[in-house]
């Protein structure tokens, strides 16, 4: 858990950027010591992993790299098959993380954690984690890394179930979306309150509110490099118990259900 950075340069959308400021906002996160980058065989149809391996062309021993396979190629074979291609696009010989992207009814996790096994014995990957799984899903898995899961200030559902499981078994937490995964609450009185007295964008105040927990880190999109440098902030910034209380009340924890994803 150690290897990741605590605030990434989440990419899923990086084809809504052009390709000179993606590439610009990538190597400024990267500058800035953000260098956890998540991708994945989806985003762009392999295009946003063709973009993150010119950005991290010559810096990639400073990079913690993510990217993900799709449930229809996590078989055994679609899955060695799957991680070649990624590589290939990210230009390296080797994944700091792979992930299987989300579960579908007819995956067979066995076959597709034999694959990860096998890549991380050839030293293709280093490690390996899921996306999208709720606590049932979970506790089919052998040990993972990681589960990466959606969760911002609007979407804590994540905390009944899964957060915890996480915690438990000493995985992280890795939050998508984590400033929302639509409309961002930039003009909420209570969250511009808190930010404007630390100094910081709202962006930087609602990751800090997740961030707060050790077991959580965060991918939020960055396709400027204003959006970086604003990312970047929430690194050093320690909110206050009142800061929390506030944010918790205005942006209360809702029931539990379902797990969410987009």
Not at 46 to 67: D, H, M, N, Q
Not at 107 to 118: D, G, S, Y
Not at 187 to 202: M, P, Q
Request: aromatic fraction near 8%; include cysteine.
């Amino acid at each position: 858990m150690k290897a990741l950075s605590r605030v990434g340069q989440g990419t899923w959308k990086l084809e809504t950027a052009s390709h000179a400021q993606a590439l610009r906002a990538l190597r400024r996160g990267v500058e800035l010591g953000l260098t956890h980058i998540d991708t994945a065989e989806m985003y762009g149809s392999g295009k946003a992993e063709e973009l993150v391996g010119a950005a991290v062309a010559g810096v990639r021993e400073s990079v913690f790299l993510t990217s993900k396979v799709l449930p229809s190629n996590a078989s055994y074979e679609g899955t060695l098959r799957a991680c070649e291609r990624s590589l290939k696009r990210l230009r390296t010989d080797h994944l700091d993380l792979y992930l299987l992207h989300w579960r579908e009814a007819d995956t067979v996790l066995a076959e597709t954690f034999r694959a990860f096994k096998k890549l991380k014995q050839d030293g293709k990957i280093l490690r390996f984690g899921v996306s999208n799984f709720d606590v049932r899903d979970l506790e089919e898995c052998p040990s993972v890394f990681c589960d990466q899961v959606l969760y911002h200030l609007e979407e804590r559902s994540v905390e009944h179930a899964v957060l915890p499981w996480c915690r438990k078994r000493k995985a992280a937490l890795v939050a998508y979306c984590p400033v929302g995964a639509g409309e961002f609450p930039a003009d909420d009185k209570t969250l511009l309150d808190i930010a404007a007295r630390h100094g910081v964008s709202a962006y930087a105040a609602a990751l800090a509110f997740l961030l707060r927990d050790p077991s959580v880190f965060v991918i939020p999109k960055a396709a400027r490099v204003e959006h970086v440098e604003q990312n970047a902030k929430a690194l050093t910034l320690k909110l206050s118990e009142d800061d929390v209380r506030r944010l918790e009340e205005r942006f209360p924890l809702g029931p539990a259900g379902p797990l969410p994803m987009v």
